[in-house]
């Protein structure tokens, strides 16, 4: 039985639907938004996963998950929906997630950053799925391998075109932990590990005209797979297109930095978001001089890089961090660089996406207070591809 949720807790309440979704690319600059909010408002968005739906696991979620022991009043109608509607996809060139939006903001202009506060996430269901696809993954030439055998109902199943589904259910322990199990071997054995919802996907509208792949995120955001971006924490965004065209997707109940059999733990959350639009000080206040999604918890800011090559996407989550420490912090780059191999912690987001993923943690609390001025300096460390402010008022304000 699906868990009980509290009703929605935004201004906004967003199915996902055949009306108000996208499968497998990316909204651009004609699309419509499905929805448009005001600023710093509130938007709850029910989630659909694509684990269960997809063509290599037969486009059928009851028949599909019912195989794993889900009773079909159990499978969620939006994923039945969607994997019954006429949604175009090419199974070739697009990705396979399901993306919900876009939502203008009022106000929003290219230029500006929406700031992604993620208020809330809960569970639509007591399952997931771990899928591992023929040629992707950290692995490509030994995974999936052969399909191994379990006692009781299958928890692994090899299924067309290459792919392993692996059902993990959410169990509830003893101290009211949610945890995911993976049974393995005989005799009910089983791991079993705690869950981090986040959204793998949160996106503004890219400048792009002609419909990009869900998969590789990039300077819009889009699917990041960084784990830390869970409940109370907030993402920036460069706009690009006027509205700014929030979207999202790719739920998840848990996943490990790298990400390495192809997907995390797959399904769907109920999320809300506040969206709020920053402008010229504002945003520099918030993040410097970056041009590039940023992340904050309470704890720590999370500096992101993107490169097809890992060792390139390290530099450029380096170069975000040093960004940020001299025009927001006001460290000299020297000092913010070695600080940065002294304390920082420099993490793998995602091994699988094209485009691959580092994070850098700084700890909020090694820094303490942050000048009430934007400490830009002649000589501090400067991104080449950004030597000029990226926000600015909408008078034009530098």
Known sequence: MPPRIPAPEGHFHLPTTAKTARWGTLPGPSAGPVLIVGDQETVTVDTVSHEGILEDQGRDPVRFFGAHGVAERDVLTDARDIAASALERDPGTDGPHVVTGPIAVTGAYPGDLLKVETLSLYRRADYGIVSSRHGRGALPDSFPGPERETAGPAATRRLPSGTVSTFCEVQVDGKGR?????????AGRAARFPLRPFMGI???TPAAEQPLSTVPPGRHGGNLDVKVLATGTALYLPVQVEGAGFYTGDPHYAQGNGEVALTALEAPLRATFRLTVLKGAAARRAVGLIDTPFGESDTHWVAIGLHEDLDEAMREAVRAALMFLTTRVGMDAASAYAYLSAAADLEVSQVVDRVQGVHCLIRK??????????PLQKGEF?????????CHDTAGAP
């Open 178 to 186: 949610s945890l995911g199990v993976i049974p393995y071997g005989t």
């Open 202 to 204: 949160m996106g503004v």
């Open 365 to 374: 609390s090694d820094i303490g207070e942050l000048p009430s001025e934007i």
């Open 382 to 390: 400067m991104n080449p591809a950004a030597t000029t402010p990226a």
